[in-house]
């Protein structure tokens, strides 16, 4: 948006009203899946197996980016020379551990705590959906654990990925792991697989309400104040353009046999191979 002036109390109003709606609209967002240079098998599960394809606009705001999904017709950063770029969008969760500040009604408590599996959105450019267009159909997305490893460097980089065992999730452990989400979100998942694209609609576009009579239950001032530690995975551009939060570890997953649909599992998260004391694990192919 263009810095100018403008005069009077009503100018003043139309500015609040501005941007209260952009609050509203960061309200309820996840977090963008990142891998940081040199970083491999990194632990993450499809919850999704087909893509939300659009496009978007990667915009320089200060030191940062921001990523803004193009309108298309009329859309005004499209008229003002910025060029779109392509993504597809699936959600996933992250089974990398990190370190945050505990927080209660909205307010740090003065502890920190450790959180792992937490859900986000994978979005990535046209070669990437190639790829994952391939592996969906080999293999399925969502029946296993996958291992993410970044490829390349500078603006031409690419997440390759190994699969683990065969070990589908379900509904229960979906659940789970939506269940630290923003009430409309969790809520949202019926155990249908179209709810679920329907949580990942709702963050590439703007006017896409899941629940609009109902709250989105995520704090605004946990929002502000942990955009300092978390604006790496809500706006950026490119993988070579973020400097990714910093994990503690890596996490494996349970061990896992054949397929099991819908049979009753204890482990929703992914852990790592050979982790050191770790709760569960799993061979990869």
């Known amino acids: 948006m263009s810095v100018f002036a403008r005069r009077g109390f009503k100018a003043h109003k139309q500015e609040e009203e501005r941007r209260e709606k952009e609050k509203k609209q960061r309200q309820g967002k996840l977090w963008r899946f990142f891998l940081a240079d040199g970083e491999e098998d990194i632990p993450l599960r499809f919850l999704t197996e087909e893509p939300i394809l659009f496009y978007e606009h990667s915009l320089k705001v200060g030191k940062n980016y921001t990523n803004e999904t193009c309108k298309g017709e009329g859309c005004e950063h499209c008229e003002s020379g910025d060029r779109p770029s392509y993504k ?127 709250d989105t239950g995520r704090d605004e001032d946990e929002e502000d104040e942990d955009d300092e530690d978390l604006d790496d995975d809500v706006e950026s551009v490119e993988d070579d353009e973020e400097e990714e939060e910093k994990p503690k570890k890596k996490l494996g997953s349970k061990k896992a046999g054949a397929k099991k649909s819908l049979a009753s599992k204890k482990s929703t998260g992914i852990k790592k191979p050979v982790a050191k004391k770790s709760k569960s694990v799993f061979k990869r192919k």
């Open 88 to 214: 597809g969008a699936w959600l996933v969760t992250d089974g990398r551990e990190r370190e945050v500040k505990e927080r209660k009604n909205g307010k740090e408590t003065g502890k920190t705590i450790t959180i792992s599996d937490q859900v986000k959105l994978y979005v990535r450019g046209s070669k990437d959906i190639a790829k994952l267009d391939r592996l969906s159909r080999k293999f399925g997305l969502t029946s296993r654990p996958w291992f993410a490893t970044k490829t390349g460097t500078d603006t031409s980089t690419s997440y390759e990925l190994d699969r683990g065992e065969e070990d589908e999730l379900t509904e229960k452990q979906i659940k789970n792991l939506l269940a630290k989400l923003p009430e409309e979100l969790r809520n949202h998942y019926d155990g249908s697989d179209d709810s679920l694209m329907d949580i990942v609609e709702s963050q590439v576009i703007d006017d896409f309400e899941l629940n609009p009579s109902e």
